[in-house]
């Protein structure tokens, strides 16, 4: 009898091993990009290792209204029909963005100072290489300024001084932060809009600073070249969350305090991560 009780007993031993071995996770590096990879591993335990130890940033900015690829070729055409309805074309679009971030679980961040005019009616700028590499590892999100804040607004750039991208100090000074222009269909006519976005008037004397942050989704570098899309969406400045009537607002929008608040409300819905190539 005692030898059938120390059977059982063994059994249910080993029967509990079993199941807490099953249940336990193997840790290990859970990346299949980096050198460690673990393809027994269901928990990653943090010690992925790559062969780069910094990633080279190249950022390449794409254009597209809702989904159909836009160009300096498609402008001048009446291709485009926002939310609203209106039919329009583009003969101009320019904007500036600055303070790229790379940004940590832990809230530490890599910083890559500078700026960028993107000028989709040249095509220039269309590609940013950073002048800072970032450290491979994995980032929650990536994050620039869409034009420039309180204190870069404040500087003196030769290069953008020759561009014709000053704001007015009438309304604030500093500089532009996006240029859009062009024609729309108003009752059998073609009429001028021009879609700018700056610093904010409230008053005569009284601005706001109406720059904003965009934050897209997060990344793993691996590698020592990285290639990032971002893409813009031109019709989400005239839909999310604002509908917008060419109508009622097409110019003069500078100096327009509600005009300018609904575009920084409305812009940062028109930019995505699109494709990453890491070599």
């Not at 130890?53 to 926002?82: A, C, E, L, R, Y």
């Not at 031109?234 to 608040?261: C, G, R, V």
């Amino acid at each position: 009898m005692k030898t059938k009780n120390l059977i059982t007993l063994t059994a249910v031993v080993l029967s509990a091993a079993t199941i807490f071995t099953s249940c336990r996770k193997t840790e290990g590096c859970t990346d299949p990009s980096a050198n460690n990879y673990n393809v027994e591993a269901d928990k990653d335990d943090g010690s992925c290792r790559y062969d780069a130890t910094s990633s080279k940033i190249t950022f390449n900015f794409t254009h597209n209204f809702d989904g159909s690829p836009v160009s300096n070729n498609n402008f001048n055409q009446f291709d485009f029909v926002n939310s609203f309805g209106d039919t329009l074309s583009i003969s101009k679009l320019r904007y500036l963005i600055s303070k790229i971030r790379f940004h940590k679980a832990n809230g530490d961040s890599v910083l890559i100072d500078g700026y960028n005019l993107v000028d989709v009616t040249n095509a220039t700028n269309l590609s940013y290489t950073t002048t800072t590499n970032v450290p491979v590892d994995s980032y929650t999100g990536i994050s620039f300024n869409f034009g420039f804040d309180s204190v870069d607004n404040q500087g003196n750039y030769i290069d953008l001084n020759s561009t014709s991208w000053n704001w007015p100090g009438m309304l604030g000074g500093g500089y532009h932060f996006m240029q859009m222009e062009g024609k729309y269909k108003h009752q059998g006519n073609d009429s001028i809009y021009a879609y700018h976005n700056g610093t904010a008037r409230v008053s005569m004397g009284v601005f706001e600073q109406n720059f904003f942050n965009v934050n897209l989704g997060g990344i793993t570098l691996t590698k020592a070249d990285v290639n990032i899309d971002i893409e813009m969406d031109i019709a989400e400045w005239y839909k999310n969350p604002n509908t917008w009537d060419l109508n009622a607002m097409h110019a003069p929008l500078m100096p327009n305090y509600n005009a300018q608040k609904m575009m920084k409300e409305n812009g940062p819905s028109a930019f995505s991560i699109g494709t990453v190539i890491q070599q």
